[in-house]
């Protein structure tokens, strides 16, 4: 209709032209990433070894590696996916399966959206007033985990809502008619088909929990740790922490460059990887299914 005064040949130069533009921004988007692991990896391959990988940073951290930080990040991205994942399922089944407009649906749906848009710095100000100080867990691994589990829960809420409504309206209306409750269609028909789009999600808040720095600054980091967390209280190091104070509050800031890009590059390569891992996952659980 709104293109009812163009000929055929208007529409479609119109059409090439805007997915030109579309694949133009693409390869962009493509060009700047490709160009960033690029120079990360010419600057800080040459640090990478088993050396660098495996071990505890040592000589003011101008020599050593950066194990303790590559175990910190993991432990911190493992529970902040043990506090969102829960979190974050159960309002999205809630808001796609059983919420009705209202003031309660607005009310959430307003909450979720606001905490997309915040800051990480003042996730990491909310973990040090209430994890940190009122709650009294400290500066430590819970507390980091605590705050970057907030800090993406509307990332997971968002990506598993999303997926279950997705899910056809007939896969409801055929397990209801066959006899099932609202539970048991959610439970063992509308959840199986939802948990790539779930899943994908959920990784892709992995990635982010890992590549975070302002909430753990303030709530789980330490400068140097010369042993594994030995408790859930216990200050961590943490990639992207590490390569804060390597490049600012270091004693040898020039010598350690080949660790801050090396550092920079695992940290990168492990997003990248975790987004892999989120579409090979969702590609493998679709595979098969098509409605």
């Known amino acids: 209709m709104f293109l009812s005064g163009y000929t055929q040949k208007d529409r479609e130069f119109r059409q090439k032209l805007a997915i030109g533009a579309i694949r133009l921004v693409a390869g962009g988007f493509l060009a700047v990433l490709a160009i960033l692991v690029i120079y990360l990896a010419y600057q800080g391959l040459g640090a990478i070894s088993w050396e660098f990988l495996s071990q505890f940073p040592r000589d003011s951290m101008t020599a050593g590696g950066i194990w303790p930080a590559i175990l910190g990040t993991f432990w911190l991205a493992v529970g902040a996916m043990v506090v969102a994942i829960p979190l974050g ?33 003042v996730f990491g100000l909310y973990g040090l007033a209430i994890f940190v100080g009122f709650l009294g867990f400290g500066r430590s691994l ?15 809420t968002a990506a598993a809502e999303e ?3 997705q899910t056809p309206a007939s896969f409801r209306e055929a397990a209801l008619a066959l ?3 609202r ?17 994908t999600g959920a990784i892709l808040a992995l990635g982010r929990a890992a590549g975070e720095t302002a909430p753990i600054i303030f709530t789980a980091s330490a400068a140097l740790t010369l042993s594994a967390p030995e408790s859930a209280f216990s200050e961590v190091m943490a990639l992207p922490t590490h390569i804060f104070n390597l490049a600012t509050n270091g004693t ?10 090396g550092t920079c590059l695992t940290l990168i390569v492990l997003v990248l990887g975790l987004s892999l891992i989120a579409i090979i996952t969702r590609a493998r659980l679709r595979k098969g299914k098509k409605w």
Request: charged content about 5%; aromatic content about 6%; hydrophobic content about 50%.
């Open 163 to 165: 997926a279950l409504r």
């Open 252 to 261: 040898h800031i020039a010598a350690t460059r080949p660790q801050q890009f």
């Open 89 to 121: 399922f159960g309002t999205a089944i809630y808001l796609a399966e059983y919420a009705r407009p209202g003031p309660l649906l607005t009310a959430i749906r307003l909450g979720v959206n606001n905490l997309a848009g915040v800051p990480s710095v």
């Open 142 to 156: 819970l507390s980091g985990a605590l705050t970057l589990g907030v800090l993406t829960l509307p990332t997971v």
């Open 183 to 199: 539970w048991q269609a959610i439970r063992q028909v509308i959840l199986p088909a939802a948990l790539p789009g779930m899943l």
């Open 179 to 181: 006899g099932a409750n």
